[in-house]
Structures are given as C-alpha cells and as structure tokens.
C-alpha cells in the first residue's frame, strides 16, 4: 500500500512568526492612537465631528423628504466645504479625514440642492423658475466673488507688505486676509447667519440630523481651533456663534417633536 501524501500548499507559519506580526501589528496601531491626528486628540474628532454633516445629507436624501431641504444652508456648505478641503490640505498637521469629510459633504449638499430643485419645479412650476435662477445667480456671485480675491490676491499682499507697520504685520500674518487660514473659517459665519435668517423656520422643515450635526461640529470645532497651527481665533469664534445658533434650531426641533 502507498503512504498517504502529505498535503500540498505552503506549510502554516511557525508560532513564532505568528507571535510577530501580532507584536508588529499592535505597534502600528498604539503609533496611530498616539499620533498627531489619533484618536486621542481633537485632530481626529474634529473631523469625525463634520462626517456629521455629509451623513446627514445622505440620511435625509435616503430617509426624508425634499420638503425639509434648506437650499440656502445647502448652497452655503457646498462652497463652505470647498473651502475647508484647501483648509485641511494647508493646515498643520495636514487633515485627511477633515479632506475627506468635506469632499464628501460637497458631493451629498449638490445632491440635496438637485432634490429641491426637482420638488420646486414639481410643486411650482410657475415660480420655481425664478427661485432656481435667484439661487443660482447668488452662487454664481460668490465663485466670481472668490476667484476675483484669488486672482488678486498676491499683487494685495505684495502691496500691502510694502506699506510697512501694522498692515505689513497684519499682511504677512499665517492667519491672516491673505490666507486660506483666514478665508475658511471667516465663510463659516455664512452658516451662523443662516441659522438666524431661520429664526422662525417651521420647526417640520427643519432636518434634525442637520441641525444636530452643525450644533455638534461647532462644538468640537471651538477646542479645535486652539491645537492647530496656527492657532486660529477667528475659527474659534465663528465655530462659537455655529454652535449657538443650531443649537437653538435643534432645541425647538426636539421640543416640537419629542415635549
């Protein structure tokens, strides 16, 4: 009689191989706790925080309907966001989870404005043109508004650095007019002010994942600000009023639904 084959294919891993790859592979994961933008730190929660607003675009795309949409407050986080991709890219240490949440919210906000455009047109044909084409001219003012302080942005900061004094200070700052730093955190007081153009928007079209989301990001965002590079107080502030101001929308939301 033959002996039995011994089975074919690659022997399994000696233990003490085994043994060091766990060792290898739980180095690797206490490194990206403890690093720089882990879990340990705001770097990371921050950002975790704005997955918030891209999630809840998504939810209510899925979930709810087109009624509850805020074409303002979505027009606004498109470019808000847009914004914030440069930010996280520039700012020190580089983001990605924040590049990435707001790459994702720009997609899931252009979504949302789609959904109210097609529910305007099917609920008002008659007017619906007009309010398309108002909207439309408004984000159409802001990218001619943006790309006009691009284009003129370093013959200002050549000019103004040459003027010597405060304005030179002011000019050359990391954090100042003339930098992303500046421009990203100062457009999200285009989110406060919608929160109070809302004031009194009827509670059934407001999206509670929204204002949750808005209220809890501006929140996290506030500690942010001071353990970035540089520290950023105009960031801290706007993330101040942000969380103020949804906070008082979500707060009428809940105690319309829930008391």
């Known amino acids: 009689a033959q002996a039995p084959k011994a089975p074919s294919g690659p022997s399994p891993p000696p233990a003490r191989a085994l043994r060091r790859l766990a060792r290898a592979q739980t180095i690797m994961a206490m490194a990206w706790v403890t690093s720089p933008t882990g879990p340990m730190t705001t770097h990371f929660w921050g950002p975790i925080a ?15 309907g087109p ?19 440069r930010f996280a890219w520039m700012v020190q240490p580089r983001n990605y989870i924040l590049f990435s949440c707001h ?67 002011i000019a050359e700052s990391p954090a100042g007019p003339f930098t ?32 949750s989301a808005l209220t809890l990001t501006g929140t996290i965002f506030m500690r942010w600000s001071f353990v970035i590079t540089p520290k950023n107080y105009s960031l801290f502030f706007v993330n101040l009023v942000l969380s103020t101001s949804s906070g008082y929308h979500l707060a009428r939301k809940i105690k319309a639904d829930y008391f």
Do not use: C
């Open 50 to 64: 704005n997955w918030g607003l891209s999630l809840s675009a998504i939810y209510d795309a899925n979930l709810k």
């Open 67 to 85: 009624e509850i949409i805020n074409e303002r407050m979505s027009a606004t986080q498109v470019v808000y966001s847009g914004l914030f991709m």
């Open 103 to 169: 790459t994702a919210n720009v997609a899931a906000q252009t979504n949302q404005l789609r959904r109210w455009a097609d529910y305007r047109r099917e609920q008002d044909p008659v007017h619906a043109p007009e309010q398309l084409k108002n909207l439309g001219m408004i984000s159409a003012g802001a990218a001619v508004g943006l790309g006009a302080l691009l284009v003129a942005r370093r013959p200002l900061l050549g000019a103004f650095s040459g003027m010597g004094g405060p304005l030179k200070k």
């Open 180 to 211: 992303i730093h500046f421009w990203a955190p100062n457009f999200k007081w285009a989110l406060s002010i919608n929160n109070l153009l809302d004031y009194d928007r009827p509670t059934d079209k407001i999206s509670l994942s929204m204002t």
